[in-house]
């Protein structure tokens, strides 16, 4: 026990050295901190195993598609699993269709965003209730649910995310069919409080899901960033909002509101019942420290 315990912690202060002799210092250079920030060795290691692609892309299951402009790229669903859990220190199991990245920012930089994309296929969802909704009381709801979602976290060894408020009050264009709101979030081991963006664009029989992830001292960016995306992201033909048919396509039993406070959980599975909230926990940690703190607990919780 005493030896298995020594090469733990020798393996463990080991990579907790690396990882600050690795850490990008902050510039005090007014010049540096507006360009592209640097990266060590083993984060270009890392990117260097991200496969991006650029221009027009097909998402995954045909869906809709992204005409990226030369800012933006993108990451397959595998590469967006990676960035998430080992960039980011997010847990796994996140099904996605990619994620849009920054071309000149590092997303393992203190800086780095990117926006997650997702389809909800539970039908055509009406939008009656647009003008009916009260946002601030959806906003209380919400913060008690996220409280219940933060039990699940704990239990699985991430801290808690606490929803402050809206960064941006949900807005909804009817003729574009488009579904806009913003989240801010504190962490008790984050200097900085999370923001999450996020938009929802509806279709014949679904919801196209982009939440941008990122700090709240970047919200101006993502708020000017984000209508380009959206512009370029397009539902397929015969996958468009008014492409609906009623004598054979399923209409969603719930509407807006329910969109907006993520009240499907239940069909969605676990990430979706978390929503999110698990993207928010934006850490950025050296590849391995994770796995070595997940050993430690495993040892000690199979001695005692």
């Known amino acids: 026990m005493v030896k298995q315990l020594l090469f733990v912690l020798i393996t463990f202060f080991s990579l907790n050295t690396f990882a600050q002799s690795t850490e990008t210092p902050p510039s005090t250079n007014t010049e ?4 592209a920030p640097t990266v060590d060795n083993s984060s270009e290691a890392f990117l260097a195993s991200l496969k991006f692609q650029t221009g027009k892309i097909s998402l995954p299951n045909g869906i809709a598609t992204l005409d990226l402009p030369a800012n933006f790229r993108y990451l397959s669903p595998a590469d967006s699993e990676k960035l998430l859990v080992e960039g980011w220190g997010n847990p796994p199991g996140n099904e996605t269709l990619g994620m849009i990245i920054p071309t000149e920012t590092s997303p393992l930089s203190e800086a780095g965003w990117g926006v997650v994309i997702t389809y909800t296929e539970d039908g055509h969802i009406k939008d009656e209730d647009a003008d009916k909704i009260d946002y601030k009381e959806l906003l209380e709801q919400m913060k008690k ?18 929803l402050v408020g ?4 949900p807005s909804y264009d009817k003729s574009a069919r488009k579904l806009i ?3 801010e979030y504190s962490g008790s081991k984050q200097s900085e409080n999370s923001l999450n963006y996020n938009i929802r664009v509806l279709g014949r029989k679904g919801v196209l899901v982009l939440n941008a992830v990122a700090g709240m001292k970047q919200i101006s960016q993502i708020k000017s960033e984000m209508p380009s995306i959206l512009a370029v992201t397009e539902f397929t033909k015969g996958n468009r909002y008014e492409d609906f048919d009623s004598k054979v396509d399923h209409t969603a039993e719930y509407g807006l509101a329910a969109l907006v406070a993520g009240g499907v959980a239940a069909k969605m599975g676990l990430f979706a019942k978390l929503g999110v909230l ?8 050296v590849i391995g420290l994770v796995a070595v703190g997940a050993f430690v607990k495993k040892l000690f919780s199979k001695k005692s």
């Open 32 to 35: 540096e901190t507006s360009s």
């Open 145 to 162: 649910e996220s409280e219940e979602a933060n039990k699940e976290r704990e239990k699985q060894g991430y801290s808690a995310m606490h």
């Open 166 to 169: 809206w960064a941006e009050q």
């Open 181 to 183: 709101w913003a989240k």
């Open 278 to 285: 698990l993207l928010a926990f934006k850490k950025f940690i």
